[in-house]
Every structure is written in structure tokens, then in C-alpha cells.
């Protein structure tokens, strides 16, 4: 509601500019030392006051408008001058007599009174709530205030000498009103959801400054938009909040706090004016889904191997779930180093493989931090611990292997030439020609010859393969045996060719 605005004190002969198109001017006893019981206004005319109380408000006539020179003042030199709002005319409820109660809402009116005749001086009047109020007799045109304690039920008490007063009141501000178009009611809010409060709001009170406001399960309340009222056109008003990690944002600003799933959460949204006005406000309930990181399960793998060469690999596989069945991403850093993409965008559940050689392993604490993060950005860490210890030891046969891209695509032959120091060292060869896919199987191939190149020092082995049905992954293993550990002959060149 509007509140009576002080305007200080008018002394007399001297003017003042007064709007009375959109004010309602009031006046006090500046002092209860005499009694005033007329005062004066050009333009305006007279107004009859009663004396020896500062606190009844005495209408200044609607006549007093522009620059108005206050008169002289029988023996005081000054009022107290107040104003209020005015927001519509002056609306009569008719007579009130005395022992009987009316109803008053003096949060969006003001009220005020007059004599019903002039038949006799009415010094006071008592209102239940309210007090007592000091008037003037004698004058059916001057309207006194009735105090805004005098609120609800009111009883108007006896009346000295007279039996009824004329009651006006004065509308001081139509509270503004919401038409609310989002959010539906019972949304369900996911990770990276948008949770829209749009509508519009109207206030019938040209000049008046209207705010929108929400507030989320009873907390704080926030402003989405403000406008001046021109009485007639709605305002419009919206406010995107985002879900994420459990809270609701405007933009960087958490404005929900944590939310939890399976609650009922409700937004609040209104509007209120600069008079003090309020709208009705308008609830909306909303639940929230949060979003789970995905889940690294490791199958189970021997920890305890003993005898690895360090051409053997260390293979560890497992699968990644997402709850929400989101697809997801997932790496792998080893020891520390850069993270590399193991799997990237594949569907909850795949299962992975990851395969790290012997040799890669520093002696002592290894680890594998596996990372898996869905498409909503919620991510999870696994880490892998493993020790690698003990010494090398010289062994009497080696393998090693090697892949053969066919340049034709398939094959079904081998031949490899395999040169060799003289000594203590044999080469024993062997093929696997499969599909793309299959598991390596293999078979020896014959050694057709061996013969010294040069000197003698060397001997190429010559080893021939082939398969009974072409294929395009070709393998070729090479078992080297010696029988003195010591012994330090070796491979020097291997050469081959394919059918």
C-alpha cells in the first residue's frame, strides 16, 4: 500500500505547488498550542480544523491544486503537509452510525470522513480499533482521515450530539497480477536440463514499478525483470535456470542449493510494486534425476606372474557401465604419463582391453589410472597398482614374432631366410596363416637348407610354409635356442617373401 509521504511543514503566507491529479494532500497541527479553526488556501477556500491535536489528518480541498498560497493562521504560523498516492476518486460507502461496525482494509485504502449535518460541534469521535480522532464541527465539506490503525472490524463508538458521519475511502493501489505460462507443473529435471519461469505480469497502476520474483522451495528471492506499469500493456518475464551437478544456475550463480532425487522441490513466482502491492503467488513443483559417473569394473587378473620375458605383455580388460545409460569416453594414463583414448562415445557396457608390455614396466610401483566420463561431463577414476620386481635372467630359448601384411590381401605361403653367426645357436621357424580376427594358430615349416655365406662365420637357414586355405593375417615366430647361456651368437638378418 501507498504510505503518507511527508512533505515537512507549510508556513503561512507562503506558497507551495501541489498535484492534486495524483496526490491527495493532508494536513497536521504543526504545534497543539492554539486552536486553528479555519485555515485558508488561494486557490482552495477554507478548510475547518480542530485544534490541540498533531495527529488527525484533515483533507486539504481537491480545489487547492498548482501554486497554492497557505493563508494566515489563527494563532499558529505553520502545519505539518502530507501527501498520498491517489489512485482512484473518492468512492462513498455511505453513512456509518455510531455503536455499529463496519470493515475496513486500510492496506489498500485510505479512509476518511465528514459531518452528516451541522446541527451540532463534534469535538471526537472513538473507533474500535483505532482510537480517538479530533474534528471540527460545523462543516460538511471537510474530510478528516481515519487512522489506519483502525483496521478489520471497526466499531464507530457514540457520537457527541450527533448520530452518524459520512464515510469515503480512497483506493491507494491495486496490487499487480501474474499470468505464469512456464514452468509446467511436475517437471522432472535431468543433468543439463533447462528449467524455464516465463509469463507476463500487469500492474492497472500506470507509473507504478513492478518486479518479478521467484524463489526456489521458500529460499532466497530473486528478481527476473522489472518494468514501469503504463496501466494497460502486460509485461513480459523470463528466467532460464540450468540443472547441473545437482544444483540449479543462473548462468554461474547457484540459486537452489544441493538437490536431492526423490524430493519435491517447488518454485514460488510473483510480482510486487513499489507501493507495496503483491500479487497472488503462483507455486510450481519440480523433481530432479542426478547424474552418476560411469562405473570401470577390471576383470580379475594374476597379479603374482613369475617368469615374463620382456617381449611378453601384461593384457587387462574390463567393462564401463554408465547408470543412466549415457555413452561414454575412456582413457588410460600409465605411470603418470598423457592420458590416451582407450574408447571413445561407445555405449554403456562395452567392454575394453588394455595391453602394456613387459618392458614398459619400471622396476618397482606401476599404476593405470583408467578415466571414464559420460556425455554429461560426471566423470570416475580407477586406478590400477602393480609391482614389477626380481632380475633378468639369461634364458637358452627366446621367441620372438612377427606380423606380415600380405600386399595382396591374403596368402596361403611363406618362405623366411634366416642368417645366422655360427655356434652355439638354432633357429626353429614357424607360420600362422588365419582369417582377419582368429586367433594365431601355428605350424613348423620346413628347413630346406642351411648353408655358410661368405667366410663361414655366417649360415642362412632357409624355411619354407604354406597353409591349406589363403588368409590375411600372417605371423611368422622365430624360436631361438642355445645351450650355453653364455653363449652370445645371434640373429643378423632375416629376409622372406610371401605367395
Known amino acids: 500500500m501507498a504510505i503518507l509521504e511527508s512533505l515537512g511543514t507549510w508556513s503561512q503566507n507562503t506558497s507551495k505547488v501541489l498535484d492534486q491529479n495524483n496526490y491527495i494532500y493532508l494536513l497536521s497541527h504543526a504545534s497543539t498550542s492554539e486552536l486553528a479553526s479555519s485555515i485558508s488556501f488561494s486557490p482552495g477556500g477554507s478548510v475547518a480544523v480542530a485544534g490541540y491535536d498533531t495527529t488527525t489528518y484533515t483533507m486539504i480541498p481537491t480545489s487547492a491544486n498548482g501554486t497554492v498560497t497557505l493563508g494566515s493562521l489563527p494563532n499558529i504560523t505553520s502545519i505539518n503537509l502530507f501527501r498520498v498516492r491517489k489512485r482512484s476518486a473518492l468512492e462513498s460507502l455511505g453513512t456509518w452510525t455510531k455503536s455499529t461496525s463496519k470493515v475496513m482494509d486500510q492496506a489498500n485504502y485510505l479512509y476518511l470522513f465528514t459531518h452528516l449535518s451541522t446541527g451540532e460541534l463534534v469535538s471526537g469521535i472513538t473507533l474500535t480499533p483505532g482510537g480517538s480522532v479530533a474534528v471540527a464541527g460545523y462543516d460538511t465539506t471537510t474530510y478528516t482521515m481515519i487512522p489506519t490503525s483502525a483496521n478489520g472490524t471497526v466499531t464507530l463508538g457514540s457520537l457527541p450530539n450527533i448520530t452518524s458521519i459520512n464515510l469515503f475511502r480512497l483506493s491507494l ?15 522432472v529435471l535431468t543433468e543439463g536440463a533447462t528449467y524455464t519461469i516465463a509469463g507476463t505480469a500487469s500492474d492497472p497502476d500506470s507509473g507504478n514499478a513492478v518486479t518479478i520474483r521467484y524463489a526456489i522451495n521458500g529460499g532466497t528471492a530473486r528478481n527476473i525483470t522489472s518494468a514501469i506499469s503504463d496501466g494497460v500493456s502486460p509485461i513480459p518475464f523470463s528466467k532460464v535456470l540450468t540443472f547441473q551437478n545437482g544444483r540449479l544456475y543462473d548462468g554461474a550463480t547457484d540459486v537452489s ?16 510494486d513499489d507501493q507495496g502491492g503483491t500479487s497472488t503467488s503462483y507455486t510450481r513443483s519440480f523433481k530432479v534425476i542426478l547424474n552418476r559417473p560411469p562405473v570401470i569394473t577390471l576383470n580379475a587378473y594374476n597379479a603374482n606372474r613369475t617368469g615374463l620375458s620382456e617381449l611378453e605383455t601384461l593384457v587387462f580388460t574390463g567393462t ?3 547408470p543412466e545409460n549415457d555413452n561414454v569416453n575412456l582413457t588410460v594414463a600409465f605411470n603418470g604419463g598423457e592420458s590416451i583414448p582407450l574408447k571413445a562415445g561407445v555405449p554403456s557396457g562395452t567392454t575394453f582391453e588394455y595391453v602394456i608390455p613387459v618392458s614398459a614396466l619400471a622396476n618397482g610401483t606401476n599404476t593405470a589410472v583408467f578415466t571414464a566420463t559420460d556425455t554429461k ?12 620386481s626380481g632380475t633378468q635372467t639369461p634364458v637358452k630359448t627366446a621367441v620372438v614374432r612377427y606380423a606380415i601384411t600380405p600386399p595382396l590381401g591374403t596368402t596361403a605361403e611363406i618362405v623366411a631366410w634366416i ?12 607360420h600362422s596363416i588365419v582369417a582377419s580376427g582368429v ?27 604354406t597353409a591349406a586355405q589363403a588368409g590375411a593375417r600372417v605371423t611368422l615366430r622365430l624360436t631361438l635356442n642355445r645351450t650355453d647361456v653364455n653363449a652370445t651368437k645371434a640373429v643378423k638378418k632375416i629376409m622372406g617373401g610371401i605367395g
Open 173 to 187: 493501489n491495486a496490487p499487480p497480477t501474474v499470468s505464469l505460462s512456464s514452468p509446467s507443473n511436475d517437471q
Open 257 to 272: 542449493g544441493p538437490l536431492a532425487e526423490n524430493t519435491t522441490y517447488t518454485v514460488n513466482v510473483y510480482a510486487v
Open 320 to 322: 564401463v557401465t554408465d
Open 377 to 388: 561431463g560426471a566423470a570416475k577414476t580407477k586406478t590400477l597398482t602393480f609391482a614389477k
Open 419 to 430: 642368417n645366422r653367426e655360427a655356434g652355439d645357436l638354432t633357429v626353429v621357424a614357424a
Open 439 to 465: 586367433n594365431e594358430s601355428y605350424t613348423n615349416m620346413t628347413k630346406n637348407a642351411s648353408v655358410p655365406i661368405g667366410d663361414g662365420t655366417v649360415y642362412e637357414d632357409e624355411f619354407v610354409g
